[in-house]
């Protein structure tokens, strides 16, 4: 199960948290498309609308009417490549002996069949094959005989994998970020309350005013009537593993995650796209969305830099905005098709020139061979490609659904070979040293295992990038609690 998502929570003082729920899920709607869910809590008891499909499509009037109460927390969920399955719709809730508990989650754990065997032998029943479901069962175990913050914490060091939930116990809503931060999450201030958010571009929405990233390990509980919120760093770790695809590829431009703006990063990553291996062309074009911030720093960094004849940018390439995404369509000649309904060239910007393709990654390399192809007919000299990442050579198991490694063009190719397949003049990607650099961060603070094939995690069957203290799940109560 490869679930990548966008999290809610908010706590307000006294008006109804369905609206600011749902526009915040507009905001993060990029982060899944699947579905979209709604769980918010009156002091009394809880209120749920999950459905299929868009914001827009899943939630009426009505619906945001009965949604009552000043607390609650949301879900968007990313379509998997799989089938589409309603019962791993998000968020989860359950009622149990000790109160009622809704889980939004975005991430993926890796020991989530251990647990779940574990859960099932002491009576928990399952309705889902998800790993949100199990998540929530340890912390109804936890919670009939210990407080909030021991409960969770103990949930903590039995989970394993990549996680940032947002959770509401009654009318307290809490978010908490696995403890190498893998996944974003953050903290809004709004004028009479406090959000919790996958990306800070949420909390814009609804006119707040970002306060900072929620800590790795970090537990974040907000008060229940708006007035602010307390926090426990409940596991502290030496190495952060913090996705850098969230900034290559997956969060919003206008979104600021781990401290440094996303669209800043990309421009950064796309200049130094040019310093390592920038080529001389007519035009430099974006493929559209993700690669125009990367497009733009390398056109930027190619027109200042003193040895190179100059070039001009050319949003060369048309996107069709009302086609869902490529990636999902299930067979290659569907995804091929799929391309050529979303994009086209502008034949001016193209024709008789050469041309230098920006995009973000390649994954199945069907988007690269598709475009390379229609600049050709459109009339293009030379094309050559530019990729603001490293080659993915490796399956993501954090949460992103990127493909399996049979199915990923590096994953057993040379960039030669590569650049054959997809019929580029030339083609070149990033170094992960700039990588890091553009993020700020060591690389031991990353998790680079797609790019790497090695993990942060203890992964079965792969290997790892530091010593990773799994967490043995019948430890379930550490002595310092
Ligand atoms: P592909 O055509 O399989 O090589 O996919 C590459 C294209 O998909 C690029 O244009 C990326 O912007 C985009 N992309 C990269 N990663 C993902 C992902 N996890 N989900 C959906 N699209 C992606």
Not at 59 to 75: K, M, R, W
Not at 92 to 107: E, R
Not at 184 to 213: H, N
Not at 228 to 251: I, P, S, W
Request: include cysteine.
């Amino acid at each position: 199960m490869h679930e990548k998502c966008g999290v809610v929570g908010i706590s307000l003082e006294d008006r109804s948290a369905a609206r600011p729920l749902y526009y915040s899920l507009y905001a993060l709607q990029h982060r899944g498309q699947e579905s979209a869910g709604i769980v918010t809590h009156d002091g009394f008891q809880q209120h749920s609308h999950v459905e299929m499909g868009l914001v827009g499509d899943a939630f009426d009037q009505t619906d945001l009417e009965q949604l009552n109460g000043p607390q609650g927390i949301g879900h968007v969920r990313y379509p998997t490549s799989g089938s589409v399955d309603n019962s791993c719709a998000q968020p989860f809730s359950v009622s149990f002996k000790s109160g009622s508990l809704g889980l939004s989650h975005n991430g993926n754990l890796v020991n989530t069949e251990e647990l779940r065997d574990q859960l099932a032998e002491q009576g928990h029943a399952f309705t889902s094959d998800g790993d949100t479901e199990v998540i929530a069962h340890d912390l109804a175990r936890n919670l009939l005989e210990e407080d909030l913050i021991r409960a969770v914490k103990h949930t903590m060091a039995r989970i394993h994998g990549s996680y940032a939930l947002t959770i509401m116990h009654d009318d307290t809503v809490m978010g908490v970020r696995d403890p190498q931060g893998n996944r974003p999450l953050c903290i809004g201030e709004l004028d009479d309350g406090y959000v919790l958010a996958s990306e800070s571009a949420a909390i814009d929405t609804l006119d707040g005013e970002l306060v900072r990233d929620v800590k790795p390990g970090e537990l974040v509980v907000l008060h229940d009537d708006g007035s602010g919120y307390d926090t426990y760093q409940l596991v502290k770790t030496e190495n952060t593993a913090h996705c850098f695809f969230e900034h290559v590829y997956f969060a919003r431009p206008d979104s600021v995650i781990d401290e440094e703006l996303v669209y800043e990063v990309r421009r950064e990553l796309g200049r130094k796209l040019w310093d390592e291996n920038g080529i001389d062309s007519d035009v430099v074009m974006p493929v559209p969305d993700s690669g125009r911030s990367f497009a733009s720093g390398y056109a930027e960094a190619a027109n200042e830099d003193p040895n190179a004849e100059g070039v001009e940018f050319a949003e060369g390439l048309m996107k069709n905005r009302y086609v869902g995404r490529t990636f999902i369509m299930p067979t290659q000649s569907e995804r091929e098709r799929a391309v050529r309904m979303k994009l086209n060239p502008i034949k001016s910007t193209v024709e008789g020139k050469t041309v230098t393709l920006i995009d973000d990654s390649i994954v199945r390399g069907t988007t690269s061979t598709q475009l390379v192809e229609l600049m050709r007919d459109a009339g293009a000299e030379e094309v050559h490609v530019r990729i603001g990442a490293p080659p993915i050579i490796a399956p993501c198991y954090m949460g992103i659904d990127m493909a399996s490694r049979e199915e990923l063009i590096a994953a057993d190719q040379s960039i030669e070979e590569i650049c054959e397949e997809i019929q580029a003049d030339s083609l070149s990607y990033l170094s992960i040293d700039s990588v890091a650099e553009a993020l700020s961060e060591s690389r031991t603070d990353l998790c680079l295992g797609c790019v790497t094939g090695e993990y942060p995690y203890d992964i079965d069957g792969e290997a790892t990038d530091r010593d990773v203290d799994r967490p043995g799940i019948d430890t379930a109560t550490p002595a310092d609690d």
